[in-house]
Every structure is written in structure tokens, then in C-alpha cells.
């Protein structure tokens, strides 16, 4: 996939409170297995949703 922004995905919380993300997300980001992702929710509301880079 192009980078690109504008794009939108749903993803369903499941009863433990997981979500799925897409594959062509996991694509697009390059998540891999055991690969940590980041949300930070900024003053205004909204998420941000990232992969996390690095070591912590």
C-alpha cells in the first residue's frame, strides 16, 4: 500500500478486550508478531496509533 493517509478501518474489541488490526495495516506499518504498538491519545481527543520503535 502507498503511503497514503485518509484512509479509515473498524476493528471489533473482543470480550477481553483486544482488538484485531488489519492486515493491511500490519502491512502498511510493518507490525510483525510480538511487535509493540503505541496509542497516544492527544489534548484534543483523538488517538494516535503507531508502531512502537526502539527499546523501553
Given at each position: 500500500?502507498?503511503?497514503?493517509r485518509?484512509f479509515?478501518?473498524?476493528?471489533?474489541?473482543?470480550d477481553?478486550?483486544?482488538?484485531?488490526?488489519?492486515k493491511?495495516?500490519?502491512?502498511?506499518?510493518?507490525?510483525?508478531?510480538?511487535?509493540?504498538?503505541?496509542?497516544?491519545?492527544?489534548?484534543d481527543?483523538?488517538?494516535?496509533?503507531?508502531?512502537?520503535?526502539?527499546k523501553?
Amino acid at each position: 500500500m502507498a503511503r497514503k493517509r485518509g484512509f479509515k478501518f473498524y476493528s471489533t474489541v473482543s470480550d477481553r478486550g483486544q482488538i484485531f488490526i488489519p492486515k493491511v495495516l500490519q502491512d502498511y506499518f510493518g507490525i510483525r508478531k510480538r511487535d509493540k504498538v503505541e496509542f497516544i491519545v492527544k489534548d484534543d481527543g483523538s488517538i494516535v496509533f503507531a508502531k512502537k520503535e526502539g527499546k523501553e
